[in-house]
């Protein structure tokens, strides 16, 4: 069966710094006519942070997610601006993040965060051979950071807890067991 939904219109709903939302009328397979409200955005990248000096340990960033209303633990992360290929943001990030750099940065897995409202796609890194950044970037103003670094059973824990719960985290973490797993 063909699932192909054929576009029919576009409108404007609202235009951010971080988001536009659009709504589409689109053409069903069974001719009728839908509305679709999507979340367009310009991609992110997150990468799985293992310290060769200690890896059995993952490195990840608290913070503060006004959307949940809580602060959860993730792998770091950010958001591609205009211009910038995933790899350079991968590498921007880590060091504004969790201010180091990476002699290895390996792509893992590309993906959809949240395909049935959204288009953001996401590139997920592994990043080695960390060591403290030369030069440091300017962190977000409205971004407050803490680093932890968490074995296997805290952040098996931190899941149980709730205090990790985001999509990219749970996969880098799942990366990171069959890392392990592999020795």
């Known amino acids: ?10 409108k404007a ?10 709504e589409e009328t689109v053409e069903l397979p069974n001719g009728q006519q839908a509305q679709r409200e999507i979340v367009r955005h310009q991609g992110a990248v997150a990468l799985v942070c293992i310290s060769d000096e200690d890896p059995q340990r993952i490195i990840l960033v608290d913070q503060w997610r006004q959307p949940m209303r809580k602060a959860s633990l993730e ?3 950010g958001k591609i601006e205009a211009g910038e290929q995933p790899e350079y943001t991968a590498r921007r990030e880590l060091n504004e993040e969790v201010r180091l750099q990476a002699t ?21 890194y592994l990043a080695q051979g960390l060591k403290p950044v030369e030069k440091k970037l300017p962190q ?4 407050f950071l803490q680093v932890e670094k968490l074995s296997m059973e805290q952040a098996d824990q931190a899941v149980a807890s709730g205090r990790i ?15 392990q797993a592999k020795g």
């Open 13 to 22: 709903i609202y235009q951010g710094r971080i988001i536009n939302v659009v």
């Open 165 to 179: 719960c985001d999509g990219k985290t749970l996969m880098g973490l799942w990366y990171w067991k069959i890392l």
């Open 1 to 10: 069966m063909n699932f192909d939904e054929k576009l029919l219109a576009t």
């Open 75 to 77: 792998i770091p992360a």
């Open 104 to 124: 290895s940065l390996k792509k893992i897995a590309f993906f959809y965060t949240s395909p049935g409202f959204a288009d953001e796609q996401m590139t997920l």
């Open 140 to 143: 977000d103003a409205d971004e």
